[in-house]
């Protein structure tokens, strides 16, 4: 028996409880003061300033180590010229397909310094876009990149369960101009396709790739993990974490990949101007601070910003020695080793450590050492050694279970850790459902439907292609968390049967829905030849 809801709720009315219920409203106008090398600000100017002199310094070329400022001056004598002249197709100018296919897939977010909306440019007619077509076309070919793009707006955001008072743990979050992010996404699109073209870019690397994603990486290394433990072997992960990694990109090092590859004439010189010294203002409330000055890293807030920092730290992956395999997810990068011997893990480990170290270090990166991790995954019982692999001098940890890409690896690789965590976000979710579902009031079944799917579901479904391999015992416990959710969007009672729910909200079970799921997967990866599992999913063992 269903219970009809009386009384609905407008859409946008649902959608601002949705983001308050959820937590997702930053308010930064409480913060009364800050903390800054021992001294309390609390003048709303000098606080502004405080937060984004912060900003400023990360990207300075002087936060670099000796050695690497030392290098990078060395290096920078030497210009690169992308002015020859050549035919290739990625310099002629833009096609009006190319501007409608980058405006269809731009989402409407904060407007830049010039205030311009999304929404304006798609409530243009033919003829306005063909003149904005005109202007980028124009830009491209005298390539004079606008200096009023080089412009944005930063909101300062802190970080999740950071103290406030610190300057150091909030997030900028730039606002660019909306023309120059249509504009940067039809240059993205044909850098992107000369760098699959060539094969350029490591397979191994599935950063904002076509048809790759987190999950592959995931997946790379979960099988890795169950082919050792199936030939009694002892695999051993690193899980790295790079410091500022995109504030700290070396720019001329880009532009020096980028002649290495080939490019010439209007995209390289596009990037060129692109990248030149940027300039910010920080805005908390309706007031802006002093112009500040980002000198080095990829612009925040720019669509082709994580392409270059992919380019720049492609190299990374092919530095492993034999025996050692590992991803990369832009800057989230891992190494797996396994062995019947663990000293002979260990030696290879730590090989692989030392030329990465090196490799980063070469272009301004720095790897944290109190954040990178490893984990023994090993089901063996009494007592066994662990590897003791250095980084910077310092014993990276051994730790029992740890989060990559979103999914957290347990030693014994049961993923009881990561379904009780998961477990625990879904009933949180399922609050905002109860809250939206009263009898006197609330949303429609069909809308509550939706809600659960984007709040709930889609936890759910995230990784399930790797953690569906847990026993069933594990898995039993998403279960309740999925039929309490249908049975809250229906309006249902506790004691309906579960298969007439499954029939009313059109949702099969959770295992079903893993097993569409994991198909799905693999006929992507058996697709897609190109793919690291491309060859164990044709031939699986």
């Known amino acids: 028996m269903m219970i009809q809801n009386s009384k609905k709720i407008s859409s946008k009315k649902l959608w601002d409880k949705i983001r308050r219920l959820s937590g997702r409203c930053n308010d ?20 502004e300033n405080t937060l984004a002199e912060a900003f400023s310094a990360v990207s300075s070329a002087s936060s670099y180590s000796q050695d690497f400022i030392s290098y990078k001056k060395n290096e920078e004598r030497y210009d690169t010229d992308f002015n020859t002249l050549t035919d290739d197709e990625y310099n002629s100018d833009f096609h009006f397909i190319e501007f409608k296919r980058a405006l269809s897939k731009s989402h409407a977010t904060s407007p830049g310094p010039d205030n311009i909306h999304l929404l304006m440019l798609t409530h243009l007619t033919e003829t306005s876009l063909h003149n904005i077509l005109k202007l980028f076309n124009r830009i491209w070919k005298v ?18 369960g950071k103290d406030a008072k610190s300057p ?63 030939s009694k072997k002892q695999p051993v992960s690193i899980l790295f974490d790079m410091e500022k990694a995109y504030d700290k990109t070396w720019r001329y090092g880009i532009l020096k990949d980028l002649y290495g590859i080939g490019f010439k004439c209007n995209l390289p010189i596009f990037m060129q101007s692109f990248l030149k010294t940027r300039y910010f203002r920080v805005r908390i409330g309706n007031t802006l601070t002093d112009i500040f000055y980002q000198e080095e890293g990829v612009p925040q807030g720019s669509v ?9 730290i492609n190299d990374v992956i092919k530095q492993l020695p034999t025996c050692v395999n590992g991803s990369l997810f832009v800057d989230d990068l891992e190494i797996h080793c396994s062995g019947e011997d663990m000293g002979f893990v260990e030696r290879k480990l730590q090989e692989a450590v030392n030329k990465i170290s090196e490799r980063v270090k070469k272009n301004g990166f720095q790897i944290s050492s109190q954040k990178t991790v490893a984990i023994h995954f090993c089901r063996r019982r009494g007592l066994h050694l662990d590897p003791k692999p250095l980084l910077n001098d310092c014993t990276i940890p051994i730790v029992r279970y740890a989060k990559y890409l979103g999914l957290i690896l347990d030693s014994k690789l049961t993923f009881k850790p990561h379904v009780n965590y998961l477990k625990r976000k879904c ?7 109860k809250m939206l579902s009263g009898t006197s009031y609330g949303a429609e079944t069909s809308t509550l439907i939706k ?51 499954y029939v009313l909200s059109n949702e099969p079970s959770l295992e079903l829905r893993r097993e569409r799921l994991t198909l799905n997967t693999f006929f992507k990866i058996k697709s897609n030849s190109s793919h690291p599992m491309h060859y164990k999913v044709i031939n699986p063992i």
């Open 28 to 47: 930064n106008s409480s913060i009364s003061f800050l903390n800054h090398n021992g001294q309390v600000i609390t003048d709303a100017k000098n606080f």
């Open 451 to 501: 809600v659960y799917k984007a709040l709930i579901r889609s936890k759910l479904d995230y990784g399930c292609v790797v953690y569906g391999s847990a026993s069933k015992s594990v898995l039993k416990a998403l279960d309740t968390v999925h039929h309490q959710g249908l049975r809250l969007s229906l309006g249902a009672f506790r004691t309906s049967p579960i298969q007439s729910i």
């Open 168 to 230: 150091n743990n909030y997030c900028p979050i730039a606002l660019t101009s909306v023309l120059c992010k249509l504009l940067e996404k039809m240059v993205n699109s044909r850098l992107v396709y000369v760098l699959e073209k060539k094969k350029w870019l490591s397979p191994f690397q599935s950063g904002f790739r076509f048809g790759r994603g987190t999950v592959d990486n995931i997946l790379l290394l979960e099988n890795s993990i169950r082919e050792a433990f199936v």
């Open 304 to 312: 082709i910003s994580v392409i270059l920092f992919i380019i720049k």
């Open 427 to 433: 009933i949180q979710s399922l609050n905002i459902i």
């Open 143 to 160: 390539k004079k990149f606008p200096s009023s793009w080089r412009r944005a707006v930063v909101i300062p955001i802190l970080k999740p």
